[in-house]
Nanobody, 124 residues
Framework: QVQLIETGGRLVQAGDSLRLSCAAS????????MAWFRQAPGNEREFVAA????????TYADSVKGRFTIHRDNAKKTLYLQMISLKPEDTAVYYC?????????????????WGQGTQVTVSS
């Protein structure tokens, strides 16, 4: 079993920057694809960004491209999401996820393990 714990979410103003972290523990593997998803009230969970096991490949949702950066430190078993130029529409609970199959997917259903989420609120 893999445990994922997200931290870093808080209330910020539009235009601010924020970094989320996701610490992995348990039967972890640096071979896993890792990703960030988010879910706003009344909305479905949506893909934000994913990173391959080596960190050499990344992919982003169009809505965050150029503003968010995903990266990972396999030695620390930690995934990060650096967010700049935050907008009110970025307000959501942010979840990290791990995929044992390393499919590098944008589908939530492809991911095997999920954290409990961290709230990001961007005020206008």
């Amino acid at each position: 079993q893999v445990q994922l714990i997200e931290t870093g979410g808080r209330l910020v103003q539009a235009g601010d920057s924020l970094r989320l972290s996701c610490a992995a523990s348990g039967r972890t593997s640096s071979d896993y694809t890792m990703a960030w998803f988010r879910q706003a009230p009344g909305n479905e969970r949506e893909f934000v960004a994913a990173i391959s096991w080596s960190g050499s490949s990344t992919t982003y949702a169009d809505s965050v491209k150029g503003r968010f950066t995903i990266h990972r430190d396999n030695a620390k078993k930690t995934l990060y999401l650096q967010m700049i130029s935050l907008k009110p529409e970025d307000t959501a609970v942010y979840y990290c996820a791990a995929d044992r199959s390393a499919l590098f997917s944008r589908r939530a259903g492809a991911y095997d393990y999920w954290g409990q989420g961290t709230q990001v609120t961007v005020s206008s």
